[in-house]
């Protein structure tokens, strides 16, 4: 049996190759639209974490470490959402692996629940936790009852938080959408002159 992976990278580089010189037809604003994009979903991301950071601090009455607490739930969930809206989008848009629009919009919708939205609401969770156990702002749990405590703690917070996750949703939701849009225009540009170039 042949093996035959050298014609199918040859293949794909190929097709990156014209995906990548259609793109750099578009307008300026669009070109950054699609080469940028995952940045945006990174800073509402980091938006949805300084919120739940903050709600937690209220509840928990932690008032120390304020910027050791915001600086983590702000870089951590910019960079997680950003690095995954990237792979799981942004990529497979421009190597032509994701050729579907209501596949590229429940992906996009997926990453900004997950990524952007519950997992800063989470990540608040031990970090507020282990401050108010250090600086005993809050009355903790024994150890039997640690998960029906942070339950009962989470869910007036989860509310509260419900807005900006299904925000951050239909966002990322709608940028992967036009993404998904904008690169059809990029493929129907005709072939740009080797002149040019």
């Given at each position: 049996m042949e093996n035959h992976e050298p014609d199918d990278t040859i293949k794909e580089n190929l097709t990156l190759d014209i995906i990548t010189r259609k793109i750099n037809q578009l307008p300026e604003a669009e070109k950054n639209l699609l080469e940028h994009g995952s940045a945006y979903i990174g800073l509402n991301a980091a938006l949805c974490g300084l919120i739940a950071n903050s709600l937690f601090r209220r509840v928990l009455n932690?008032?120390?470490?304020?910027?050791?607490?915001?600086?983590?739930?702000?870089?951590?969930?910019?960079?997680?959402?950003?690095?995954s809206?990237?792979?799981?989008?942004?990529?497979?848009?421009?190597?032509?692996?994701?050729?579907?629009?209501?596949?590229?919009?429940?992906?996009?919708?997926?990453?900004?629940?997950?990524?952007?939205?519950?997992?800063?609401f989470i990540?608040?969770?031990?970090?507020?936790?282990?401050?108010?156990?250090?600086?005993?702002?809050?009355?903790?749990?024994?150890?039997?009852?640690?998960?029906?405590?942070?339950?009962?703690?989470?869910k007036?917070?989860?509310?509260?938080?419900?807005?900006?996750?299904?925000?951050?949703?239909?966002?990322?939701?709608?940028?992967?959408?036009?993404?998904y849009k904008l690169l059809i225009k990029a493929l129907q540009l005709p072939e740009p002159d080797l002149e040019t170039l």
């Open positions: 932690v008032t120390q470490a304020r910027v050791a607490a915001s600086l983590p739930m702000a870089v951590i969930p910019f960079l997680t959402a950003q690095v809206f990237t792979g799981f989008i942004s990529l497979p848009l421009s190597r032509g692996n994701l050729s579907c629009e209501t596949c590229t919009v429940t992906r996009s919708g997926l990453v900004g629940l997950v990524f952007g939205g519950l997992y800063p990540l608040a969770i031990p970090v507020n936790g282990g401050l108010a156990a250090r600086y005993e702002s809050a009355l903790l749990p024994e150890k039997g009852n640690i998960l029906t405590y942070w339950i009962r703690i989470s007036p917070i989860f509310r509260k938080m419900l807005f900006p996750i299904l925000l951050q949703t239909a966002f990322a939701a709608y940028l992967g959408s036009r993404q």
